[in-house]
């Protein structure tokens, strides 16, 4: 490939906070949270002029992992920050109850819809409450590294470009972005290059939710292979998700596939990403034509949005001192250094399907400290869907729930090195726990 010299040029600082969290989404919201209610001072950088992450940019409108069957009971597990979202959620009148999702051969656990607008401002609300400074229309785009410590994050905005300092740093970019151009090291995708494939999300309004219910919802894969068998619709994957919103008559719908040629699409990688819009866009209007004409309570319906992203489930994963593995999941493991717990199924979306592995016994396992530690780079955190799993373990982690707690203790780990003088890795563990509780997180219970 040619290349140029771009001329070296000063960039201004036009920030200096005691915590950097990049990214918000699920993980950034809970981490900018605490970490300023744990009494650093807090900034949040985010490419869009919103919060929410893949909730809001990619339409997901649905907390999975907040909740878990415990001895077939489905509770609400992750609570903390994620309470105050639900509470504004439902303040708002954005939230819909949780629902009971089973598989089949009985297991369960729990989701629960949200209304993006609600989201947006839920978050706007919660963060400023807290005192973060939240700079939206901010592009991280590299790092200042010297000596294994991060000394600022350089960023792209309509001003220009310009370096913001910190003490600690957070990424819940979603791709670990910061955790790379910092050096630490990450996998992407399985040893075969295979990712979880991305979805293009939209909404469809004036749906007959009771037939849509009734008869749509139990018999949507027998008419996908009915859409495809009768040469009418391409509908690559043969199974889906639609769910009501919180409003009864508005749907939403997490039916695309997005791979070229079978192969996966790569949500760090600029060209893959121009790709999936574009298909994704063509694919939803493939399956929105297919509902409307053969899935009972459509026909009225009308196609009411189209997410404004590729909802990306997986790109880079750190590894840190532990990586959290399927095994750990489905065997509702237990850490010494629980900073939280999620009961969400193994989720994986392999080529035209998703694979469901849910949670038996117990129903819940515990998410250690170590999953948000790089091994390299000493005042860093990472939280959210490139935290340090195996790709198996990912399949689970990367939900909201697990997300929003990985978030609350990196974000107070944060607060608390910085108040010791510590790295986030030297922490008294114990201590971190006690302040989560107190902070009303559910770190587990050993006994349950
Ligand atoms: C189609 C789809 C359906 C899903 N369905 C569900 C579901 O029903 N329930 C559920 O709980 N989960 C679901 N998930 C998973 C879940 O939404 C995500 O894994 C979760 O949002 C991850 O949270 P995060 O905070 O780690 O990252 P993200 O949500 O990806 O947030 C990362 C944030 O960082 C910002 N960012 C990234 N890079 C930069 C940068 N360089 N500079 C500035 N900002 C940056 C992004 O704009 C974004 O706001 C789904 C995911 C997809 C794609």
Redesign the pocket.
Request: glycine share 26%.
């Given at each position: 490939m040619r290349m140029i010299t771009e001329p070296a040029r000063e960039v201004p600082v036009v920030a200096e906070t005691e915590v950097l969290v990049?990214?918000?989404?699920?993980?950034?919201i809970a981490a900018a949270t605490a970490a300023a209610r744990t009494g650093a001072e807090t900034m949040l950088?985010?490419?869009?002029g919103f919060l929410?992450?893949?909730?809001t940019?990619?339409m997901?409108t649905?907390?999975?992992?907040l909740h878990a069957s415990i001895n077939g009971s489905v509770q609400q597990i992750v609570h903390g920050v994620a309470d105050d979202i639900l509470d504004r959620l439902a303040h708002l009148d954005g939230l819909r109850a949780p629902h009971v999702v089973t598989s089949a051969d009985g297991l369960k656990t729990g989701?629960q819809a949200y209304d993006t607008a609600a989201y947006k401002v839920a978050t706007d609300e919660l963060l400023l409450s807290a005192g973060v400074d939240v700079r939206f229309h901010?592009?991280?785009?590299d790092a200042v590294v010297a000596d294994g410590r991060i000394e600022a994050v350089l960023i792209e905005t309509k001003s220009g470009r310009a370096a913001i300092t910190a003490e600690m740093f957070i990424d819940?970019?979603?791709?670990a972005?910061l955790a790379a151009w910092a050096g630490a090291p990450f996998e992407k995708g399985g040893s075969d290059g295979f990712m979880a494939y991305?979805?293009m999300?939209f909404r469809i309004a004036d749906v007959d939710s009771d037939l849509a219910m009734a008869e749509g919802v139990p018999n949507l894969k027998a008419l996908i292979a009915e859409g495809n068998a009768s040469g009418k619709y391409t509908l690559p994957r043969k199974a889906g998700i639609i769910r009501p919103q919180p409003h009864e008559s508005e749907w939403r719908a997490?039916l695309t596939q997005i791979s070229r040629d079978g192969a996966p699409v790569d949500g760090s990688d600029w060209a893959d990403l121009g790709f999936a819009e574009v298909e994704g866009r063509r694919q939803a209007v493939e399956y929105y034509k297919f509902l409307k004409e053969m899935v009972p309570g459509f026909s009225n319906s009308y196609m009411l949005e189209l997410a404004p992203q590729i909802?990306?489930?997986e790109t880079r994963r750190i590894v840190g001192s532990y990586q959290l593995t399927g095994d750990d999941v489905l065997s509702c493991r237990d850490f010494d250094d629980s900073i939280g717990c999620s009961g969400w199924p193994l989720e994986t979306h392999v080529l035209g399907d998703v694979k469901w592995q849910f949670l038996a016994g117990r129903g819940y396992h515990q998410i250690p400290f170590s999953t948000t530690l790089p091994t390299s780079v000493d005042n860093l955190l990472v939280a959210?869907?490139?935290a340090s799993t195996t790709q198996e373990g990912q399949a689970s982690l990367?939900?909201?729930?697990p997300?929003f707690a990985m978030g609350q203790a990196a974000g107070t780990a944060a607060a608390m090195a910085r108040q010791s003088g510590e790295t986030p890795a030297a922490l008294d563990v114990a201590a971190l726990q006690k302040q989560l509780e107190t902070d009303g997180a559910f770190i587990g219970d050993k006994g349950v």
């Open positions: 990049l990214g918000g989404g699920p993980a950034g950088l985010e490419r869009y929410g992450g893949m909730g940019a990619a997901v649905n907390f999975c992992g989701a901010t592009f991280a785009v819940c970019s979603g791709d972005d991305p979805t999300m997490n909802g990306i489930r959210g869907r490139c990367r939900v909201s729930g997300c």
